[in-house]
């Protein structure tokens, strides 16, 4: 049976009670926490590659400047998240080591590469789109740092997601090449985005402890089958053809039914064989070799201030 402690863990749970940094939990609560907020903070992290990789030819200096400002945003959502992370009593250096030697994960999506301009617009309709589904959810994480860096982050990527779908209205209705790009864009990005959800929740690892936990306030499968209903008149809108040729209106459920994903791709993905996985993982250990020399310098203003402070 649980402890006392557990228990009153658990009532504080279920009357809805944020968990706060220096409050008991149980280890098995933290190191969720510790693997899903740090894995979140790397996908942002990691997704600004597919996106940077455009920002010197976007075909425009608006989109050059909008695209700027949405891989700015990334950052700061995964310096975010990392100090949500933190409050966790795990450090930085620690995490960013798991990622590098690839014992922790970030979104699968990011492992895809982007080919054409239409891809960008792809990414902030589908992958944001599918992003503010999940995360709208996590606002209400029982984790009180987790939950209050997703209101925060929330109210930015929906910026992200208007701006990717005017790029893909603009090429739809643009000429016959432009709505082939954006069709060929749907077309790549469709089925990984809807991978974004995790496996089917009789798959899950984790999601019957994190629903019992709160970390979770919808499953997998709920916030997957949401994002296919919203989708749908988007790609309307949009006169492209819809990627799921088994996509069909269920009535009685009140929901699309859809075709089955790719758990293989998804698995290979995940388990680091993707298009792009060790491009991403040696272009971040590059760049964070690079910017050492920033943090020895902030560290060591960091130990002359203190020694002034201290005289
Ligand atoms: N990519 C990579 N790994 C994935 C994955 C995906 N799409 N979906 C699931 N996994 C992993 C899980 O991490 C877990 O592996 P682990 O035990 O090594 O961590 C395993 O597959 C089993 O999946 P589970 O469903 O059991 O795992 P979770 O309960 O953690 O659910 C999740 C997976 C829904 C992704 C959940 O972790 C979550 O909600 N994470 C936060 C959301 C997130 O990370 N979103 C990425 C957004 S970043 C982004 O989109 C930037 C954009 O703004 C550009």
């Not at 944001?128 to 860096?149: E, F, K």
């Not at 298009?275 to 920033?294: D, F, K, L, P, T």
Request: charged share 25%.
């Amino acid at each position: 049976s649980l402890s006392d402690l557990e228990q009153a863990f658990q009532a504080k749970i279920d009357a809805e009670q944020k968990i706060e940094p220096k409050d008991w939990m149980p280890a098995k609560y933290r190191s969720n926490l510790v693997r899903q907020v740090s894995q979140h903070a790397h996908s942002e992290v990691i997704g600004m590659q597919p996106e940077g990789n455009w920002i010197t030819r976007a075909p425009s200096l608006r989109r050059k400047a909008v695209l700027l400002a949405k891989v700015q945003d990334e950052a700061g959502h995964g310096l975010y998240l990392y100090s949500a992370t933190e409050t966790l009593g795990t450090s930085r250096a620690k995490l960013i080591e798991a990622l590098q030697t690839g014992k922790a994960k970030y979104a699968s999506i990011f492992n895809y590469p982007t080919q054409t301009w239409g891809d960008i617009g792809a990414i902030g309709w589908l992958v944001d789109g599918a992003a503010i589904c999940n995360q709208v959810s996590l606002q209400r994480t029982s984790y009180g740092p987790y939950a209050r860096s997703m209101i925060r982050i929330c109210k930015e990527e929906s910026f992200h997601q208007r701006q990717g779908y005017q790029i893909m209205i603009e090429l739809a209705k643009g000429t016959p090449a432009q709505k082939a790009m954006a069709q060929d864009s749907l077309n790549r990005f469709y089925w990984p985005s809807l991978m974004m959800f995790g496996p089917h929740d009789s798959d899950s690892a984790h999601s019957a402890q994190s629903m019992k936990w709160k970390i979770k306030r919808e499953t997998n499968d709920d916030l997957r089958q949401k994002f296919i209903d919203q989708t749908v008149p988007q790609i309307e809108y949009l006169g492209l053809e819809h990627p799921d040729k088994d996509l069909k209106w269920n009535e009685e459920r009140g929901h699309y039914d859809s075709g089955e994903i790719d758990w293989d791709e998804f698995t290979s993905v995940i388990n680091g064989n993707g298009h792009c996985n060790r491009q991403r993982i040696s272009h971040h250990v590059a760049a964070h070799e690079e910017g050492s020399w920033v943090r020895e310098a902030q560290n060591a203003y960091n130990k002359k201030m203190k020694a002034r402070r201290a005289s």
